[in-house]
């Protein structure tokens, strides 16, 4: 930026426009009017956003390297822009810090941003814009097909909220899979077709995934990173990630043409030391706004009509976004902040300190938290049906859990973490999120994946020095929570199984799964904090 802009911006300065790591568009709402002859762009690289919970070098990165690439596009483009670096010397260390900065300096007659996607910074850059008397424009996010006040209306007078009938919602609403008013195909779920495992012989010969060689500009930050977080899990030596509108547009159309026909049949599979199998690992662009939902939406459809993907496929897809994406934004922000403290099973049990090293026997849990801490990534059952089945079992306490998803994972940005964490993974909301808690036995994981085959724990048995601890806690969960569970219909048949259990058998799996929490070796937090 030149001298003769700088000193512009210090005199007469119409607009302040705040971009946040997650906001990465140009045609963003805050951006919709920018005159460059009377306003400026905010970002800020602070310490906080890294430190505020343990974020991994996978994801501190992921987010610096493509706030650096966004700036350079504005800068590019000629627009006035005030960069805060991390490591420049008189860095805050705080997005308030560094907008009190930018104040004080170019006094902005008004500030305009785009709604966060974070509660906290909603709150942080209020505060401050309170504290200097000034007017803070917060503007709806296009990136969403709905608005919070719709989600707002939607949920209002419901006894119960629940995705299915939202995700209906916007069907009718865009036309998306619809015809003459009606879903596409006769069903709007196709879930019986997309639950899939490989099979004995494995997933075969899988598409490779988009990655993406770090340019001169990722390197810096790699390295910033790993001499400035030295003690965040993780590694960076895997790091290949789109951080460039360029790339996450190259991953789309990457993920169209070799796995979206197969995505639907296997979304739900597992198999040991296969990371990406037919997934999209497209939510970090999604989630950055590097790529807008309605582009991912037609791309996918366009496939459909083309016939080159088969419509349970492209469903399911649809309705990770269309519908999973959307709700969970509405319930974040329709129960925030009291939602972030809930915990109606009243789970107090530490995380085990192997959520930091994938360091334990269970196969299954040392491929998903190695995988996690290696390349900030992990597939939704992984996350649903391993790592969080296994601390919703053990009675972890919900907060512990949501702050190591928000803190591994590259695509964790807190409207669509929290929700997911504390609702779907460990019900620590009551039911308020899903229609009940998601609990399976090892037999779940030996159905959709290869892990038990080379465990030492036999995922039949609930007890004995063979028994696969998700077994043990399983059936322990159910004998601990059956008055809870009694009254969803939807758990009854679990309830009947175990009712089925004989005194003697029910002492003795109470008694293993207090073995095993015995000898856990419980984590007191990662080094870092």
Request: aromatic share 10%; charged share 20%.
């Amino acid at each position: 930026m030149s001298s003769t802009n700088e000193t512009r911006m210090q005199t007469s300065l119409r607009r302040l426009v705040l971009v946040l790591g997650d906001q990465l568009d140009h045609g963003a709402s805050a951006l919709s009017d920018f005159d460059p002859a009377q306003d400026a762009i905010w970002m800020a690289e602070v310490d906080e956003e890294s430190t505020h919970i343990v974020s991994s070098k996978q994801r501190t990165s992921v987010f610096l390297s493509a706030m650096r690439h966004f700036a350079a596009t504005l800068q590019a483009c000629g627009w006035p822009l005030l960069y805060s670096r991390l490591e420049a010397p008189n860095n805050t260390g705080t997005l308030s810090g560094e907008l009190d900065q930018a104040i004080r300096q170019h006094q902005p007659q008004k500030l305009v941003m785009t709604a966060p996607g974070d509660w906290r910074v909603l709150q942080s850059l209020r505060s401050v814009a309170h504290a200097h008397s000034l007017e803070l424009d917060i503007r709806d996010d296009t990136h969403f097909f709905s608005t919070v006040r719709e989600f707002a209306e939607h949920a209002r007078g419901r006894k119960q909220l629940r995705q299915e009938y939202f995700y209906r919602e916007l069907r009718k609403k865009t036309g998306i899979l619809m015809k003459d008013g009606q879903p596409v195909g006769g069903q709007w779920n196709f879930d019986a077709d997309n639950r899939a495992s490989f099979g004995k012989s494995g997933p075969g010969l899988l598409p490779p995934p988009s990655r993406f060689e770090p340019d001169a500009i990722t390197q810096e930050v790699l390295a910033l990173v790993q001499q400035r977080f030295s003690h965040h899990p993780g590694s960076l030596q895997s790091f290949a990630w789109p951080v460039t509108r360029e790339q996450a547009l190259s991953a789309l159309a990457d993920f169209i043409a070799h796995r979206l026909p197969s995505f639907g049949l296997y979304q739900d599979a597992m198999w040991e030391g296969e990371v990406w199998l037919y997934h999209s690992h497209l939510s970090c662009a999604l989630n950055l706004k590097l790529l807008n939902p309605r582009e991912v939406l037609a791309a996918a459809l366009q496939a459909y009509e083309q016939g080159h993907a088969p419509l349970p496929a492209v469903e399911g897809f649809v309705r990770q976004i269309l519908g999973w994406r959307e709700y969970v934004r509405g319930i974040y922000w329709t129960h925030m902040p009291h939602y972030a403290e809930r915990n109606d099973l009243q789970a107090q049990a530490p995380l085990p300190h192997f959520y930091w090293t994938g360091d334990t026997e269970m196969a299954c849990l040392r491929d998903a938290i190695s995988q996690s801490l290696t390349q900030g990534y992990a597939h939704h059952i992984q996350r649903l049906m391993v790592t969080g089945l296994y601390a919703l079992l053990l009675g972890v306490k919900p907060q512990e859990v949501h702050q190591w998803y928000l803190g591994i994972y590259v695509d964790a940005v807190e409207w669509v973490e929290l929700p997911n964490t504390l609702g779907m993974s460990q019900f620590a909301d009551g039911g308020l999120m899903a229609s009940k808690p998601y609990i399976a036995s090892g037999k779940y994981i030996d159905r959709m994946s290869n892990h038990c085959k080379g465990c030492r724990f036999n995922p039949a048995q609930a007890t004995g020095e063979a028994a696969c601890p998700f077994t043990t806690l399983y059936w322990d969960y159910l004998m601990r929570h059956a008055d809870m569970l009694a009254q969803n219909p939807r758990m009854l048949m679990q309830l009947k199984n175990m009712n089925r259990l004989i005194p003697e058998t029910r002492q003795a799996i109470a008694a293993q799964a207090q073995q095993h929490r015995t000898a856990m070796h419980w984590g007191a937090g990662h080094p870092a904090t």
